[in-house]
């Protein structure tokens, strides 16, 4: 068992480790995965793509021409930003019919009441904080396609 020690601590010590080296999403890149997403969006009017996860962080791309639907993260903090389109973000507010899990502190609305409107554009970038609902807001014939920063929050 002693001799198992020192190889189970290496293990663990690189699931926490940083990556070795950096990544890069130039503009050209990222639209070369939206036009990916455009051609495999789903009923619910949205694709997505895991760009990179390192397990405590990941970043997504993702795609919607239609709203979404509210959502909200109890240990999870959300950083936008906006690579093409326009839309609009519903921030705070009172989600109804709230389902999902309090193990996973994951959670999906049937619609936001209340809250705040921040219009989107290309090259803004928003910061939501955990326990923060949230809803994306799409104009009929448009769409909005953002990288997904998410990870941790300290306050669990």
């Known amino acids: 068992m002693m001799r198992l020690c020192p190889f189970l601590l290496l293990i663990a010590a690189s699931f926490a480790a940083d990556p070795s080296s950096f990544a890069l999403w130039t503009r050209s890149t990222i639209g070369e995965h939206e036009a990916t997403l455009m051609k495999n969006v789903s009923p619910d009017h949205s694709s997505r793509e895991t760009l990179a996860d390192y397990g405590d962080h990941r970043f997504r791309l993702l795609y919607r021409d239609a709203d979404g639907l509210p959502e909200e993260h109890d240990k999870i903090v959300d950083v936008v930003i906006v690579h093409s389109g326009e839309g609009v973000l519903i921030l705070g507010g009172t989600m ?10 994951e959670y999906l609305g049937a619609a936001l009441t209340g809250g705040e409107s921040q219009p ?5 970038i928003v910061h939501i904080p ?6 994306f807001l799409v104009p009929a014939g448009k769409h909005i396609t953002y990288v997904l920063l998410k990870f941790p929050a300290k306050r669990q």
């Not at 109804?96 to 502190?105: H, I, L, M, V």
């Not at 989107?120 to 803004?124: N, R």
């Not at 955990?130 to 809803?135: E, L, N, V, Y």
């Open 96 to 105: 109804n019919g709230k389902k999902g899990s309090a193990t996973t502190g």
């Open 120 to 124: 989107l554009a290309v090259g803004d």
């Open 130 to 135: 955990a326990g923060i609902p949230h809803r």
